[in-house]
């Protein structure tokens, strides 16, 4: 199609900004709390991927414990505070060739971001590093009834940017950006094309995207996308 992509549907963590250690400290925080050890190799080995409501929850599967209500609003309260630290520390920046790129695409493409994370979460990081202006549709965690790896945040996402645009937008005929291979594998199948960067993990774990590629360096992605416009 020559006129592909129409939209272009960014994950946050690990995509726009290395936020991922800042999620890993404060789950780890907040669990540490309920008196629960998390390694750092079972957050990367196991929850990239989920939204904050199901990494808890496959925590708490995993070891066998018993997850009431009072406790899983307990453990996200504590985690969304320790999160709000990070952030307020700044401890965080723009994933390499990032704001060149967004910049290249944002007058060519209504862009969205889908994410797992909360919404104060990903505004703060998106203005933190001078990109806030340029995403008119943000997917967060409390927007959807099942979080990813489900595509159905990415569902969501089109169809807001349709609804803003006024251009009627299918799942073909957007490009996602991911870094986690459950989520790549959901969303493919979901209809959407998937460009993967491998930020988080290996080329070989991102087998199921149509593109892979090490960085969102425009250079970089323009030749693996050659359809893609960018402004520079």
């Excluded at 006129?3 to 404060?26: K, M, Q, T, Y």
């Excluded at 060149?100 to 994410?115: D, E, H, K, M, T």
């Excluded at 950006?177 to 991102?206: C, H, N, Q, W």
């Excluded at 090490?214 to 416009?229: D, H, T």
Aim: hydrophobic content about 40%.
């Amino acid at each position: 199609m020559n006129d592909w992509p129409r939209a272009v549907v960014f994950d946050f963590d690990g995509v726009i900004v290395n936020s991922e250690p800042l999620h890993f400290l404060a789950f780890q925080q907040a669990l540490a709390e309920e008196k629960i050890e998390l390694s750092e190799s079972e957050y990367y080995g196991q929850l990239i991927g989920f939204d904050d409501k199901g990494a808890i929850r496959h925590v708490y599967d995993t070891r066998q414990r018993t997850l009431d209500p009072r406790t899983f609003l307990r453990v996200m309260t504590h985690k969304k505070e320790a999160m709000r630290r990070q952030i307020e520390s700044r401890r965080y920046q723009a994933l390499p060739g990032v704001e060149q790129f967004v910049r290249g695409l944002w007058r060519r493409y209504p862009l969205a971001i889908c994410s797992g994370a909360l919404r104060e979460e990903i505004e703060s990081m998106l203005e933190g590093v001078s990109l806030r202006d340029c995403f008119s549709v943000i997917v967060a965690a409390e927007d959807v009834t099942v979080g990813k790896p489900d595509p159905q945040g990415y569902l969501m996402a089109a169809r807001l940017l349709s609804e803003k645009s006024r251009v009627s937008l299918k799942p073909g005929d957007c490009l996602v950006i991911e870094d986690a291979p459950t989520v790549v594998k959901s969303v493919r199948t979901a209809g959407f094309s998937v460009l993967a960067v491998a930020t988080t993990y290996s080329p070989d774990r991102l087998s199921d995207a149509h593109y892979v590629v090490p960085s969102l360096e425009p250079q970089i992605v323009q030749k693996a996308i050659p359809a893609l416009r960018l402004d520079t």
